[in-house]
């Protein structure tokens, strides 16, 4: 990241610069935006003065080219526990703890819960926001608090407060995940690692070109992807948004790609799906449109 601006002093907690959002997203497309990276409540206050977005590994989104009007809040460093656990089985850790680190780090403690997130991209704040998961497991599965930064203060929720279900989090209007205290289950270390294997074979028809995973939700009972595949839309292009060969639910960047590509691609991939009855629900989160 280039920073342009620095105004430390006027921000304690907060360093701040105008970064291409395309920089701090997976799927590498999006304008500008004025960043505030934050490393304590102070820098949470200062940041939330003015209308803001939370960003957290933006592994699911889709950003405008003009980039967004509102400060876009990541948590910084301090919110990052990730070299910290060390099998703990009731932890509290930082909202920008890095899952695949955590998984990882799980595994080899011989703690279980998390291993059915083996290779979602996201920090931890993020994957609690989307309730992020596979079908070997989600978030909801080990989330038992949260602590939120809302209306100005920081405040501790349990985590059925969230509603959570498939890819879906209710979080209060505005609030900042900060932390959160996962209940995990003591195991061994194989034990985890199989399921690990497991994960892994399931996602291997996924493609690793950039993209922001699955673009739809699945409807009840298919999956967005087989739906996609059968309508034989892979490969449709707008522009350097292609959808992938291997995987029809995911949307590649092939370069070049802006958002209004890969935007017009989705519509696209929603209008010829709706022709044969299927209403495709985006997961990812738009941003600037
Ligand atoms: P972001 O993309 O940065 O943000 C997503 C949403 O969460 C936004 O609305 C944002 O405002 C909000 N948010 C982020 N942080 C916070 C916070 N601290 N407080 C409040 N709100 C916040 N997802 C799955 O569920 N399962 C998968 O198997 C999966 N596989 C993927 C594979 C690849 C290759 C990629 C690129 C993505 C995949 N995803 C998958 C999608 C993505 O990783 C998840 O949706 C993840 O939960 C997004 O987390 P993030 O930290 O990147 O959040
Ligand atoms: N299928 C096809 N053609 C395709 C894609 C899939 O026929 O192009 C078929 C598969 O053969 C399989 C079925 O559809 O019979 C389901 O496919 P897959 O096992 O790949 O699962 P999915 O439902 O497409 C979901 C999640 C993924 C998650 C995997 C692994 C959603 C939208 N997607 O994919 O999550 O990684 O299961 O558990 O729920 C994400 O949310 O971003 C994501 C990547």
């Given at each position: 990241?280039?920073p342009?601006e620095?105004?430390?002093?006027?921000?304690?907690?907060?360093?701040?610069?105008?970064?291409?959002?395309?920089?701090?997203?997976?799927?590498?497309?999006?304008?500008?935006?004025?960043?505030?990276?934050?490393?304590d409540?102070?820098?949470?206050?200062?940041?939330?003065?003015?209308?803001?977005?939370?960003?957290?590994?933006?592994?699911?989104?889709?950003?405008?080219?003009?980039?967004?009007?509102e400060?876009?809040?990541?948590l910084?460093?301090?919110?990052?526990?990730?070299r910290?656990?060390s099998?703990?089985?009731?932890?509290?850790?930082?909202?920008?703890?890095?899952?695949?680190?955590?998984?990882?780090?799980?595994?080899?403690?011989?703690?279980?819960?998390l291993?059915?997130?083996?290779?979602?991209?996201?920090?931890?704040?993020?994957?609690?926001?989307?309730?992020?998961g596979?079908?070997?497991?989600?978030m909801?599965d080990?989330?038992?608090e949260?602590?939120?930064?809302?209306?100005?203060?920081?405040?501790?929720?349990?985590?059925?407060?969230?509603d959570?279900?498939?890819?879906?989090?209710?979080?209060?209007?505005?609030?900042?995940?900060t932390r959160?205290?996962?209940?995990?289950?003591?195991?061994?270390?194989?034990?985890?690692?199989?399921t690990?294997?497991?994960?892994?074979?399931?996602?291997?028809?996924?493609?690793k070109?950039?993209?922001a995973g699955?673009?739809?939700?699945?409807?009840h009972?298919?999956?967005?992807?087989?739906?996609?595949?059968?309508?034989?839309?892979?490969?449709?292009?707008?522009?350097?948004?292609m959808?992938?060969?291997?995987?029809?639910?995911?949307i590649?960047?092939?370069?070049?790609a802006?958002?209004?590509?890969?935007?017009?691609?989705?519509s696209?991939?929603?209008v010829?799906?709706?022709?044969?009855?299927?209403?495709?629900?985006?997961?990812w989160?738009?941003?600037?449109?």
């Amino acid at each position: 990241m280039a920073p342009v601006e620095h105004l430390r002093e006027q921000a304690p907690g907060a360093r701040v610069h105008t970064v291409r959002l395309s920089d701090l997203t997976t799927l590498k497309v999006g304008g500008p935006a004025e960043v505030w990276e934050v490393e304590d409540a102070a820098g949470l206050a200062a940041a939330t003065e003015e209308p803001y977005r939370v960003i957290g590994g933006g592994s699911n989104l889709l950003v405008s080219d003009d980039g967004v009007d509102e400060r876009v809040v990541r948590l910084g460093r301090a919110y990052n526990d990730v070299r910290s656990y060390s099998g703990e089985r009731d932890v509290w850790l930082g909202a920008a703890t890095p899952l695949p680190g955590l998984v990882r780090r799980a595994q080899r403690a011989g703690m279980s819960g998390l291993e059915g997130l083996l290779g979602v991209p996201a920090v931890l704040g993020g994957a609690v926001a989307m309730n992020a998961g596979t079908r070997f497991g989600e978030m909801s599965d080990t989330l038992h608090e949260v602590e939120l930064f809302v209306d100005g203060g920081l405040e501790r929720v349990p985590a059925h407060s969230l509603d959570l279900s498939y890819r879906h989090a209710t979080l209060p209007v505005g609030a900042i995940v900060t932390r959160a205290r996962l209940r995990l289950t003591p195991s061994d270390p194989e034990t985890v690692a199989a399921t690990m294997a497991a994960v892994d074979a399931a996602r291997a028809g996924q493609p690793k070109v950039k993209s922001a995973g699955c673009a739809f939700k699945n409807p009840h009972g298919d999956s967005a992807g087989r739906l996609i595949d059968a309508a034989g839309l892979k490969g449709m292009r707008r522009g350097d948004a292609m959808v992938a060969l291997e995987h029809g639910n995911f949307i590649l960047n092939l370069g070049s790609a802006t958002a209004t590509d890969v935007l017009e691609l989705v519509s696209a991939v929603q209008v010829e799906l709706s022709m044969v009855g299927a209403d495709l629900e985006l997961e990812w989160r738009l941003w600037g449109f």
